[in-house]
Nanobody
Framework: VQLQASGGGLVQAGGSLRLSCADS????????MGWFRQAPGQEREFVAA????????YYGDSVKGLFTISRDTDKNIMYLQMNTLKSDDTATYYC????????????????WGQGTLVTVSS
């Protein structure tokens, strides 16, 4: 299993970015997929998650109404549209495939991408 995150970069506060996460294998087990982020010196934080069908989505409190998670099951790609970015959103963003347990907890995800860095300048 290989998850490849991309789309990070430098953006000014108030701007937008869209992250992508490509899954090298068909999501046969139809797992929930999620995004986490980690700023230097901080713990990995839940950002958003989405079910296989995309019908149900979940968001961390700090990104509700600002970020939107989606997925294209035909292309096996998950997206994170990030709007109205703030300096607090600066972090490395990771995509992951859920295994079991609490979807808001990083330990419940088994496979992880390499991360893509998002830097928001004020």
């Amino acid at each position: 299993v290989q998850l490849q995150a991309s789309g990070g970069g430098l953006v000014q506060a108030g701007g937008s970015l869209r992250l992508s996460c490509a899954d090298s294998e068909l999501n046969i087990s139809q797992n929930i997929m999620g995004w986490f982020r980690q700023a230097p010196g901080q713990e990995r934080e839940f950002v958003a998650a989405i079910t296989w069908t995309g019908v149900r989505t979940y968001y961390g409190d700090s990104v509700k109404g600002l970020f939107t998670i989606s997925r294209d099951t035909d292309k096996n790609i998950m997206y994170l549209q990030m709007n109205t970015l703030k300096s607090d959103d600066t972090a490395t963003y990771y995509c992951a495939r859920h295994n079991s347990g609490d979807i808001f907890t990083a330990g419940s995800y088994l496979y992880w991408g390499q991360g893509t860095l998002v830097t928001v300048s004020s």
